[in-house]
């Protein structure tokens, strides 16, 4: 197992658990002790976690995976999710995308479109993810138009004066969500304030807003606020997402999607 992909499963099951030992994650990962603890030091030098006696733990209620050890989580839902986002949008609209890995894939779901082969452009899109614009500054049929801003290491996204000053000039057909969090009482929710703020932005610039979010995410709340549940169109989510969440979701006005 390489290092990175060893680092992805370290932190993987410290999300899920919120603690760690040494002796434990040595033993599910296949390793020895020492390595792990040669791991854990070296992730918490890049204050991805917090390190104990023995162990580690995260950061706290408003811990952010970074974007590039989140790609394999959830991943098929995430896929079907993307599609069924990517297949209710229509030719010639103007599309805003936030980063995360949801978004991500909603965008090469957009790219491999047939109806979208082609045009003048068949899609303009609007991001502040970087990833997302590299990813799709390839296609010539779409016009891609990203933000300014001080990028985060963490997701990729700019953030800032700068990228709100683009957004404040433009208007856009659908504003696409990812989230850290979504609760019809909180609204939806991101892990960093900066991150929060150019997202709001988005959806205030937006005819409708469509939040993609797998089942894990809903019900939940992370520290800075996008936008109020009512400003939320549509929910695009996973089957996993239990009747009564989906219930709750429609009986505050939003249409929810299961993928």
């Known amino acids: ?22 002796e434990e994650a040595a033993t599910e990962l296949g390793v020895s002790a020492a390595t792990i603890r040669r791991d854990f030091d070296q992730l918490a030098e890049q204050q991805m976690l917090v390190r104990t006696r023995g162990g580690a733990v ?31 949008i229509a030719p010639g609209e103007a599309v805003g995308l936030t980063g995360g890995t949801t978004t991500t ?40 138009v990203v933000t300014g801003g001080v990028a985060r ?40 304030e900066d991150e929060a703020a150019i997202n709001r932005l988005l959806c205030e610039s937006a005819t409708r807003v469509v939040v993609a979010a797998d089942a894990t995410k809903l019900g939940r709340r992370a520290f800075a606020r996008i936008c109020e549940t009512e400003r939320v169109d549509t929910l695009v989510t996973d089957t996993a ?17 299961t993928a």
Not at 156 to 183: K, N
Not at 241 to 257: L, P, Y
């Open 58 to 88: 995260v950061h706290g209620v408003s811990y952010e995976l970074p974007l590039r050890y989140k790609s394999a989580r959830q991943a098929s839902e995430k896929q079907r999710i993307a599609k069924a986002v990517a297949d209710a």
């Open 1 to 22: 197992m390489s290092r990175d992909a060893r680092w992805q499963a370290l932190l993987e099951l410290l999300v899920d658990r919120g603690r760690l030992d040494v």
């Open 105 to 144: 894939e909603v965008a090469r779901a957009l790219a491999v479109r047939p109806e979208l082969a082609s045009g003048s452009p068949a899609l303009t899109i609007v991001t502040n993810a970087l990833n997302i614009a590299n990813e799709l500054a390839v296609r010539p049929q779409f016009k891609i």
């Open 153 to 192: 290491p963490q997701s990729y996204e700019l953030t800032g004066p700068l990228a709100g000053g683009v957004l404040s000039q433009i208007t856009m057909d659908v504003a696409v969500l990812g989230v850290g969090a979504f609760d019809v009482v909180h609204g939806a929710t991101a892990h960093d």
């Open 241 to 257: 997402v239990s009747e009564e969440t989906a219930a709750r979701f429609r009986d505050a006005g939003v249409s929810v999607v």
